[in-house]
């Protein structure tokens, strides 16, 4: 199959002589501005050196070039009609490894399968580095990242994808803002988020309703390594969102709400200068690391009372 003009046309031609359609579903918009492709493999620098996760591939594009850039290139799609035409569009390609499965094997999870296979590209030498580079569909595209952030083994050097861009947005929220979340924090906790470019509808196929972007996260050892314990982290900053517009002090109380009482919540915050009435959307990442460093001794056996969302 031939792969280096992947336009609407040839799409559409592609998908009518195989009788299927795109599936919404799985979120399938295809990029059919051709110079996107390779601003996406320029800005992740994909070399030979790099094995190279890409979820949702599509008709196979993108993992074309980044193969024909040397790189080992694990392609996962869920949709075996998108794995076939992967497949047949990196034929000859023996850096290429085609998985057709789920990326995740639940939420908080990636899929067995696509860690196996990402470690064995690895393993080849220790000069290997792990990175991330998708067009990901909308429905995939926090939980792969977040996930890829925060993996204890497979920690990737540069993420570059094309996603929605209000998603784009929350990444790089500031505190105060409407659009400043849990996935803020965690994102600028453990490294950068780098807005590449505003993508509107007109440069997929099928059109989707809203605007996209290309960012750049790039994760930062330091960072990670002033976090102590980063499940413990992940759990503080998820739960304390939950109620993002209550106070601080109401907040953590009914977390555990057996083990203290206000005044000595009031206390603890008081300690790391912060007021009770504080609240998560007001928070930056400097107070959130030191509120979850000061919990962790105080109930590290005590698991925190899951807040109803």
Request: with cysteine; hydrophobic share 45%.
């Amino acid at each position: 199959m031939a792969t280096s003009r992947q336009t609407q046309t040839y799409l559409r031609n592609l998908f009518e002589r195989r009788g299927v359609a795109p599936k919404h579903r799985y979120g399938q918009n295809f990029l059919i501005d051709l110079n996107l492709h390779e601003l996406i493999a320029n800005t992740a620098e994909v070399g030979p050196n790099d094995v190279v996760l890409e979820v949702g591939p599509g008709a196979g594009a993108l993992t074309t070039l980044m193969a024909d850039r040397g790189a080992a290139v694990v392609a996962v799609d869920i949709d075996p009609v998108m794995a076939r035409f992967t497949s047949e569009a990196v034929e000859g390609r023996p850096n290429v490894r085609v998985l057709n499965c789920d990326a995740l094997a639940n939420k908080h999870t990636l899929a067995p399968e696509l860690l196996d296979t990402v470690r064995a590209g690895l393993a080849i030498s220790p000069d290997k580095q792990f990175k991330l580079v998708a067009n990901l569909p909308y429905n995939v595209a926090t939980p792969i990242i977040s996930n890829l952030l925060i993996h204890p083994e497979l920690k990737p050097t540069l993420m570059v994808a094309t996603i929605q861009l209000e998603l784009a947005e929350r990444m790089r929220a500031e505190p105060g803002t409407e659009a400043y979340s849990a996935l803020s924090v965690m994102i600028q906790s453990l490294g950068d988020c780098t807005l590449v470019r505003t993508l509107p509808p007109t440069v997929f196929w099928p059109r989707p309703k809203v605007d996209s972007a290309v960012v750049a996260i790039r994760p930062d050892p330091a960072k990670r390594a002033e976090i102590s314990d980063l499940a413990w982290y992940k759990e503080i900053v998820r739960q304390v969102f939950l109620h993002r517009r209550k106070n601080l002090r109401q907040v953590l109380h009914s977390m555990w709400r057996k083990e203290w009482t206000k005044p000595e919540v009031d206390a603890l915050l008081e300690g790391l200068g912060l007021t009770g009435m504080i609240r998560a959307e007001s928070m930056n990442v400097e107070e959130f690391r030191s509120l979850a460093d000061a919990l962790r001794p105080r109930f590290q056996e005590h698991p925190p009372t899951p807040l109803a969302e």
